[in-house]
């Protein structure tokens, strides 16, 4: 699963959030949450649903719109 860097950075500003705090409320290393949108990089489906619980949004809000 990819994750939308637009769409994240966006639920991060809606959250007041950082990426630190986002790996520390999700529990998601914060070496994974900086590769988002840099490198051709595919989450673990229970990855995507740690980040999108720890920022209150739904999953689909989070991912890559397939083409």
């Known amino acids: 699963m ?3 860097k637009n769409n994240l950075d966006t639920a991060l500003a ?3 959030m950082t990426l630190k705090e986002l790996s520390k ?3 998601v290393a914060t070496a994974v949450l900086y590769k988002i949108g840099k490198e051709n990089s595919n989450l673990r489906t229970v990855t995507v649903g740690k ?3 720890a920022l ?4 689909t809000e ?3 719109k397939e083409n």
């Open 62 to 64: 989070l991912l890559e």
């Open 25 to 27: 409320k999700s529990k």
């Open 51 to 53: 980040i999108a619980k």
């Open 2 to 4: 990819k994750i939308n």
């Open 14 to 16: 809606k959250n007041c």
């Open 56 to 59: 209150n949004v739904d999953v």
